[in-house]
């Protein structure tokens, strides 16, 4: 047996919840005529008739602490946890200002002579007014965040939630460990003015290809995408040419849609050029 209600003047809220059912069961049935006699319930948007109705309201159901807690495996309280993650994400860069985003080998090692450019490609992104923004993991991620501090920049880590612990990298000053990759996805694209990638493995191609994708389909305009290390991409662009494009699966303008080089300088010009297209 439930529970015994709160009692309010003499009458208990159970009592009074069931003549309000009552009331409005009567009122339903008196406009039935209009829908077979089948009475309907509004929750919210949704409206529910006969064995769908249920007997308890939204907020009755919230307030009441007695019931199970599953509710948090499931997809809606998924989808309010990935909303909460956009929130965090677009409030913490909404005032971020001009930023770059620099992906790389999280396995990259300091004596690796791509660790050091990818530090002095951060610290001349700094010096250039630029906030650099990576995944905030050790290897190239470091050495870019690395870098940007140094010289001063605004050094940002959107590190993400993995089967093996991985801490953000301590050159990281604003950080944010999401859950989900589509939510920290949308954050570097929405908050980069452009893409550097440095030689990196799945993870690191993921994000190139998108970009490239997004780029194509015109979801993202005026959005230079530069690879870093023409010993690493070049067989990459010559299989894009001599196979993806001999066979007609893309056309010969989607191999321009990024720029190759290994000059740290170069990669500045090349932003300068797209900041200055985009704001002219």
Request: a negative charge; proline letters at 4%; charged letters at 20%.
């Amino acid at each position: 047996m439930p529970p015994a209600g709160r009692r309010f003047l003499g009458v208990t809220a159970q009592s009074r919840r069931d003549v309000e059912r009552e009331a409005v069961a009567e009122a339903a049935q008196e406009e039935g005529s209009a829908t077979g006699g089948r009475g309907a319930r509004q929750a919210g948007p949704v409206t529910t008739r006969g064995s769908q109705v249920q007997g308890t309201t939204t907020d009755q159901r919230l307030l009441d602490s007695r019931g199970p807690t599953d509710f948090v495996h499931t997809d809606p309280w998924r989808v309010l946890r990935i909303q909460s993650e956009f929130v965090e994400g677009f409030g913490m860069l909404a005032e971020l200002g001009p930023a770059i985003t620099v992906f790389g080998s999280a396995r990259t090692k300091p004596e690796d002579p791509f660790y050091a450019e990818a530090r002095r490609l951060g610290a001349a992104l700094a010096g250039a007014g630029y906030a650099v923004i990576t995944g905030g993991g050790p290897g190239i991620m470091a050495a870019a965040n690395r870098g940007c501090r140094d010289a001063g920049g605004t050094s940002v880590g959107l590190g993400i939630e993995l089967p093996f612990e991985q801490a953000l990298n301590d050159h990281v000053d604003l950080g944010m460990t999401f859950r989900y990759f589509f939510a920290r996805k949308t954050c570097f694209l929405k908050y980069s003015t452009g893409y550097i990638g440095f030689p990196g493995g799945y993870g690191t191609l993921d994000e190139i290809f998108e970009a490239i994708t997004l780029i194509q389909t015109g979801k993202i305009t005026s959005f230079p995408l530069v690879l870093f290390g023409s010993s690493f991409w070049q067989g990459l662009l010559d299989w894009g040419r001599d196979t993806v494009l001999a066979q007609g699966k893309i056309g010969a303008a989607d191999l321009e849609l990024f720029r190759l080089t290994d000059d740290v300088d170069e990669v500045l010009d090349i932003l300068t050029a797209s900041r200055a297209e985009r704001e002219g």
